[in-house]
Antibody, heavy 118, light 107 residues
Framework: EVQLVESGGGLVQPGGSLRLSCEASGFTFSDYSMTWVRQAPGKGLEWVST????????FYADSVKGRFTISRDNSINTLYLQMNGLRAEDTAVYYC???????????WGRGTLVTVSS | EIVLTQSPATLSLSPGERATLSCRAS??????LAWYQQKPGQAPRLLIYDASNRATGTPARFSGSGSGTDFALTISSLEPEDFAVYYC?????????FGQGTKVEIK
């Protein structure tokens, strides 16, 4: 069974940093691209970033480019999102999803809440 | 950026009725469009991919159609568990984009 478990969310002040993790199990992690999608409270889904299976290519939404960095460690089946320069508008539940490069997001974690507030 | 516009914003229907949701793209996405279902407090779930293919576990009452810029998700007969928010999403180009969602609520 595919499982994706996010962690690392919490309350952070504007301008602060946070690193999210997504631990994957139940599939060959190194075979799949991976993605972060976020959802602000009461709002719709917003694609944030995708990384190819090997980590060789990364893609970002304009809203996070230059502030967020996606990465992965295939040896421990873990996806990351380093978030710097956080703003109030980054407040959201962050989901990790399997796929996104040449596929859709066919499995999702439960999400981790990031709140940016003073 | 490809903008996906979903309509209507809210659909009020009774169990057993047919639901038709629309997703229109600002430029052609070929057939690279998916539909997701999201229930309150849950992660989204992939229902339909490449416009018309049901994902694993998607009931046969869900069907997708369209290509280019106009797409539809049809639920032939609404079950109580189908009342949720539905999003379309394109993978034709970067950035990946979602529609704003259609809420299917009980009338």
């Amino acid at each position: 069974e595919v499982q994706l478990v996010e962690s690392g969310g919490g309350l952070v002040q504007p301008g602060g940093s946070l690193r999210l993790s997504c631990e994957a199990s139940g599939f060959t992690f190194s075979d799949y691209s991976m993605t972060w999608v976020r959802q602000a409270p009461g709002k719709g889904l917003e694609w944030v970033s995708t990384i190819r299976s090997s980590g060789s290519n990364t893609f970002y939404a304009d809203s996070v480019k230059g502030r967020f960095t996606i990465s992965r460690d295939n040896s421990i089946n873990t996806l990351y999102l380093q978030m710097n320069g956080l703003r109030a508008e980054d407040t959201a539940v962050y989901y990790c999803g399997r796929g996104g490069y040449t596929s859709y997001f066919d499995s999702w974690g439960r999400g981790t809440l990031v709140t940016v507030s003073s | 950026e490809i903008v996906l516009t979903q309509s209507p914003a809210t659909l009020s229907l009774s169990p057993g009725e047919r639901a038709t949701l629309s997703c229109r793209a600002s430029q052609s996405v070929s057939s690279y469009l998916a539909w997701y279902q999201q229930k309150p407090g849950q992660a989204p779930r992939l229902l339909i991919y490449d416009a018309s293919n049901r994902a694993t576990g998607t009931p046969a009452r869900f069907s997708g159609s369209g290509s280019g810029t106009d797409f539809a998700l049809t639920i032939s007969s609404l079950e109580p568990e189908d009342f949720a928010v539905y999003y379309c999403q394109q993978r034709s180009s970067w950035p990946r984009t979602f529609g704003q969602g259609t809420k299917v609520e009980i009338k």
